[in-house]
């Protein structure tokens, strides 16, 4: 028998591995290998991102793109333009109970952790990774940052992952108080708003600081989703989430029980003003936009633009009332006609040039088109008193007698075809004063001026107020209008009567500033431009007050002041009616008429403007001291009516046509000598006879009426 053990293997040698200690050993290493790879190229990735991150130094001076903002000059916001509703405001500004309520709902531990919040990111993994879909996101408030400020909201890997080292680089670079106030400006929450300030305004009309705690916790709601939660569409929803955030508050010790029970039982009180946009005086306020696109194109609407126009709310309404119901009180068939009866207001400070009140048209949002800075149009008689103040310069003086008498003006006269104007109603008075002549608005007499003062020097005389030269050319009918001005540069020209003869530029730009910045622009210290002298402004306001005491402008009366002063103005047809006038510092412009000319029948500027300009100047003139005129000292008065000095002395009107008789002309026959001059006394100051037929007392009245 052969004895096995006594032949042993030797010590070295080992039982061959079973098949699965091989298998384990090659799945560890594969692993191992995987493992590593992973890492390796994880770092890769990590490393190939972070190099990829874009700089984050200019967030240092983050100013996001504010809309513009146009304001009365007495703070009143009269519209907000922007794609988006912004308003900066530096952390240390955001009230704390607006700050809490964020980090109640958003990022609780924000100052704790650093920029990834490990647990809630794990969180969040762990709840997508069951439900099989990306809906949880664990992002910490800075990751926001990140994201609104750099990458895309598309919830997959790679930008999840460009999303933490983003964050990551942010808490590198700024603190905790920088990035928090960088979400809470930057944060959408619906309604166009960006950023809690807005927010704030938007849904409550109020500024943060002014917001009750559950106020602040249906903002605070918001950026989770704010379609889902805006309280204006979904109240129901965005209640639900309020007192969720609330609850969070009152967890964390930011509510005692009372306060919390408190906020939660109360309704949802959203603003009941519209939001911004064009909220009042339109006309004004888009004429301000244009002004502002115009210097800083479509940087104006990002700027955080804040300006402020020269109208006072209280002169602008009373504009908007009088024209609203002097058209509201024209029949039916007048208003809805073609394009529908349009009017225009404009006044001006006398002494300044500011604009006190712009209204462009009779309904904004029908036609935005800017009558009183836009239209053209044919002033009639209104233009008158710069042909009488050209001819004053050429010494025909308000007792200066021209012929009221109609006569033909000849090929030669006229430098085209025989012109035979005639007055208002076909009512002439032979020689007349000057001065009558313009209180009775006579044709005939402003022709005359201009033809003996000089078609063109008639002309360049009206330029020097303002006027545009192509549009108002050098011909006689001229001298009744018939060239084109706009409401406001007629209301700048008579403010050269009222200021003593100096023209102030208007204006409606009082100031231009930054929000949050520094002044861009301020109206300078108003510097008129001579434009007549100060005797030259002296006589024609004393012939406009004439004009209000006793001739087309009577309605003016009603005003109660002793400087109201003015001229009525009807063009051919009747297609435009105006009046043109001042008192206490104030002048203002009314207008009506249609877009495309058309007669209105027996309007006329006495009785369709003039009540628009007295309803509008009740309010203006309010408080205001009247002006008391003194004459110059280098007018005289001869005859009981003004000339200036100098032809008190031997200087005499050379070439004094026939038509006009006075007893300073170097030809002609002396007033003294005429004949045929009228009496001054008006027939028609006088009472009415009550026997006189009915017939004939309409025809007298309409004559009063509607002279002009």
């Known amino acids: 028998m052969t004895d096995h053990t006594a032949n042993p293997p030797p010590p070295s040698a080992q039982p061959p591995a079973s098949p699965r200690r091989r298998a384990w050993r090659i799945l560890a290493g594969a692993l191992l290998g995987l493992t590593l790879a992973c890492a390796g190229i994880g770092a890769w990735t990590i490393d190939r991102i972070w190099t990829q991150l874009p700089s984050v ?30 308003e900066f405001v530096p952390l240390e500004r955001i009230p704390p109970l607006m700050r809490h309520a964020l980090l109640a709902a958003e990022d609780a531990k924000f100052y704790q952790h650093g920029a990834i919040d490990v647990g809630g990111l794990a969180r969040a993994t762990f709840a997508n ?66 950023g809690f300030a807005a927010a704030a305004n938007v849904y409550f009309g109020k500024p943060l600081d002014a917001l009750s705690a559950g106020e602040a916790a249906v903002l605070a709601g918001l950026p989770k989703a704010p379609s889902a939660f805006n309280p204006v569409v979904n109240p129901a929803r965005a209640t639900a989430r309020r007192n969720y955030v609330l609850g969070r508050m009152h ?43 115009e210097r800083f194109h479509d940087d104006a609407y990002t700027l955080g633009l804040d300006v402020t126009t020269t109208i006072t709310m209280r002169d602008q309404r009373a504009a908007e009332a009088a024209l609203d ?132 020097y008639v002309q360049q005389h009206a330029v020097g107020f303002g006027f545009d030269a192509q549009r108002n050319p050098a011909s ?66 004393s012939m406009l007050r004439d004009v209000v005491r006793a001739g087309t ?36 412009v009314a207008w009506l008429g249609y877009d495309t000319p058309r007669p209105m029948g027996r309007a006329t500027g006495a009785t369709l403007a003039l009540p628009v300009w007295l309803d509008y100047m009740k309010t203006a003139v309010a408080g205001r ?23 008190t002395r031997g200087t005499c009107t050379a070439d004094v046509p ?23 006394h008006d027939k028609r100051d006088e009472p009415m006879p009550a026997a006189v037929d009915a017939a004939e007392r309409e025809r007298v009245l309409d004559l009063f009426r509607t002279e002009d």
Request: charged content about 25%; aromatic content about 8%; some cysteine.
């Open 325 to 456: 119901r002097t058209l509201s009180r024209q029949p039916r068939a007048k208003r809805d006609a073609r394009n529908g009866l349009e009017g225009a207001l404009v006044s001006l400070d006398a002494a300044t040039g500011d604009m006190l009140a712009l209204v462009g048209g009779a309904d904004f949002n029908a036609n935005v088109f800017d009558h009183a800075l836009q239209a053209y149009r044919q002033p009639g008689s209104s233009f008158k008193p710069f042909v009488y103040s050209a001819a004053l310069e050429k010494g025909y003086f308000p007792g200066v007698l021209v012929d009221d008498t109609q006569r033909t003006l000849t090929h030669a006269e006229t430098g085209a075809r025989p012109w035979r104007p005639r007055n208002y109603g076909n009512r002439y008075e032979g020689f007349i004063p000057v001065r009558r002549g313009l209180v009775r608005s006579k044709n005939l007499v402003a022709v005359s001026l201009m033809q003996a003062a000089d078609a063109r």
């Open 57 to 86: 130094e200019h967030l240092a001076d983050y100013r996001p793109a504010l809309p513009l903002r146009i304001f009365s000059r007495d703070g009143e916001l009269l519209a907000e333009y922007g794609v988006e509703r912004r």
């Open 129 to 194: 990774v069951v439900t099989g879909q990306p809906g949880q996101g664990g992002s910490t408030i800075t990751m926001q940052v990140a994201r609104n400020f750099y990458l895309t909201r598309d919830k997959v890997l790679s930008r999840k992952l460009a999303e933490i080292l983003m964050a990551i680089k942010l808490e590198r670079e700024y603190g905790k108080d920088k990035l928090l106030e960088l979400y809470m400006n930057q944060i959408y929450l619906g309604e166009r708003a960006y």
């Open 553 to 588: 402008a009577r309605g003016a009366l009603a005003l109660r002041r002793d400087d109201a002063a003015g001229k009525t103005g009807t063009s051919n047809g009747s297609k435009d009616v105006w009046f043109a006038g001042y008192s206490s510092g104030i002048v203002a």
């Open 251 to 293: 967890a964390l010790g930011e509510l005692d029980d009372a306060a919390y029970r408190a906020a939660v039982d109360a309704p949802i009180a959203l603003a009941t003003t519209p939001p911004p946009g064009i909220i009042a005086a339109p006309y004004v306020a888009e004429r301000a936009r244009r002004m502002m696109v």
């Open 658 to 680: 026939p038509y006009i008789r006075s007893r300073f002309a170097c030809g002609g026959a002396p007033a003294s000598d005429a004949t045929d001059a009228p009496d001054a």
């Open 476 to 541: 006689l009918p001229l001298a009744l209008g018939a060239g084109a001005v706009t409401p406001l540069e007629l209301a700048s020209a008579y403010g050269v009567f009222a200021n003593g003869g100096r023209r102030m530029v208007p204006r409606l730009i009082l100031s231009v500033k930054q929000r949050h910045g520094g002044a861009l622009y301020d109206a300078p210290v108003p510097d008129g431009t001579r434009v007549v002298s100060a005797r030259n402004a002296f006589v024609m306001d």
């Open 625 to 647: 001291t009247p002006v008391d005129a003194t004459p110059p000292q280098d007018l005289a008065l001869v005859d009981g009516d003004f000339v200036y000095a100098e032809y």
